[in-house]
């Protein structure tokens, strides 16, 4: 599961975590956690964000640091999203 999908859209849900993720770090300084982004979107389980983030990341949306929390980075796309 390691194909790229760079440059495609983002979804309305993805869309909304990215922002969420965006929203999170200006306010606060500092990116969310995993199960903080799951209580925030009504998920019961992390694992289900957890995949979220990685097709944003695959589109290329989002970096993290492996093993590492709150490191979830916004990566600015000017393709007209």
């Known amino acids: 599961m390691t194909e790229t999908l760079e440059h495609l859209p983002l979804t309305d849900r993805q869309r909304a975590i990215y922002d969420h993720i965006v929203e999170h770090r200006r306010l606060r300084g500092y ?13 019961r389980s992390p694992n289900g964000m957890k995949q979220h983030l990685e097709l944003i990341k695959r589109k290329g ?5 492996p093993n590492m929390a709150r490191t979830l980075r916004p990566v600015e796309v000017t393709d007209g999203e």
């Open 31 to 43: 990116s969310p956690t995993v199960r903080e982004l799951a209580d925030a979107f009504c998920m």
């Open 61 to 65: 949306y989002l970096t993290w640091e």
